[in-house]
């Protein structure tokens, strides 16, 4: 399966599209500013890796601004930043402030990449359930794998035991989507839905067991330091 791509007439019914040298500008109006891409635009593995770190950022449901925190990893932070520069160019201004609780968060003031993100790349708004992009389901292994990789080390982890790896959320639609994904990159899981009497919600899981599932998650991986250790235990424990 080859790459998608978005092209301009896909954005068209969006955005103001001009020429500008090497790539395209979009914009809503002339009271806002444009974003930069190249046109057709590539749903790759960068893209994938941005979708993949949303849910643990924000989609202001105002469509005014895209926003990012991250507490395990500040790494997390940098390649959010990166992706942004790298897809819709160095002009765009993100600012950064450290939470209440200490967390990092980065965010961009931006209708247009709001736009982009919403209507463009089908990331949920921060008043709708998380799910994961249809495009995603529509690419490649390599695409699937990127996107499973940001979403595991935001929202998974491994029992101390080594006996199971596990993406929690408390969206059910997620939980089926990642779920999904896995069994497409042949990764065979389970979803539980465990009561939380303390909170509104309660959590859904995707649970991977057995070495034979291990093996395969393997292109997915973890690269948050403890999880990443975690997981290389695993693979020692199960001689993989």
């Not at 990092?104 to 921060?126: C, D, E, G, H, R």
């Not at 035991?161 to 929690?168: C, H, M, N």
Request: proline share 4%; aromatic share 14%; net charge positive.
């Amino acid at each position: 399966m080859s790459l998608k791509y978005i092209t301009k007439e896909d954005v068209k019914d969006y955005f103001v599209v001009e020429k500008k040298e090497d790539c395209f500008s979009l914009n809503i109006s002339n009271m806002t500013k444009p974003i930069f891409v190249k046109l057709p635009f590539a749903l790759n593995e960068d893209v994938a890796s941005l979708a993949g770190l949303m849910p643990d950022g924000s989609l202001i449901r105002d469509l005014m601004r895209i926003y990012f925190h991250q507490k395990k990893d500040d790494s997390k932070i940098e390649l959010f930043n990166s992706l942004i520069i790298r897809l819709f160019s160095d002009k765009i201004l993100l600012f950064r402030k450290t939470g209440g609780r200490g967390d990092k968060q980065i965010y961009v003031n931006s209708k247009t990449l709001a736009w982009f993100f919403y209507y463009i790349l089908k990331i949920p708004k921060s008043d709708e359930p998380m799910r994961v992009p249809n495009w995603i389901f529509e690419s490649n292994n390599k695409v699937k794998t990127e996107y499973l990789k940001q979403a595991f080390d935001m929202e998974g982890t491994i029992l101390k035991k080594l006996t199971e790896i596990r993406f929690v959320s408390k969206h059910e639609l997620f939980v089926k989507d990642v779920h999904k994904l896995l069994r497409d990159l042949g990764i065979r899981s389970s979803i539980t839905f465990t009561p939380r009497p303390k909170q509104i919600s309660g959590q859904y899981r995707v649970s991977i067991y057995k070495k034979e599932n291990f093996i395969k998650f393997k292109k997915i991986g973890f690269r948050i330091p403890f999880l990443k250790k975690r997981f290389d235990d695993l693979l020692e424990k199960y001689k993989i």
